[in-house]
Nanobody, 119 residues
Framework: QVHLVESGGGLVQAGGSLRLSCAAS????????MGWYRQAPGKQRELVAS???????NYADSVKGRFTISRDNAENTVYLQMNSLKPEDTAVYYC?????????????WGQGTQVTVYS
């Protein structure tokens, strides 16, 4: 079992910045992917950014150039630096930890942290 604890959400004016952090209680498998998803009211959860244990990153088109994901493997922690925030970034942000063994994929989720951007 992996427990994920998020922090760093809050209320910010458009154009501002926030940094989200997510600490995993442990790393089950050395080859894994950590990421951030978000869900706005009435919308489906969507991938924001992800980073593999080898530091390969992936971003949603809507956040490219504004958000940066990074991780500290020694601390099992992933970060999301969010700059130039827009009202449409308002959502609950969820941390995700996943790994794959053969054909099976295992997913763990944090409890979510609210990000609200006002204009």
């Amino acid at each position: 079992q992996v427990h994920l604890v998020e922090s760093g959400g809050g209320l910010v004016q458009a154009g501002g910045s926030l940094r989200l952090s997510c600490a995993a209680s442990r790393s089950i498998f050395s080859t894994n992917t950590m990421g951030w998803y978000r869900q706005a009211p009435g919308k489906q959860r969507e991938l924001v950014a992800s980073i593999t244990s080898g530091s390969t990153t992936n971003y949603a088109d809507s956040v490219k150039g504004r958000f940066t994901i990074s991780r500290d493997n020694a601390e099992n922690t992933v970060y999301l630096q969010m700059n130039s925030l827009k009202p449409e970034d308002t959502a609950v942000y969820y941390c995700n930890y996943k790994y794959r063994i053969l054909l099976s994929e295992y997913d763990y989720w944090g409890q979510g942290t609210q990000v609200t951007v006002y204009s």
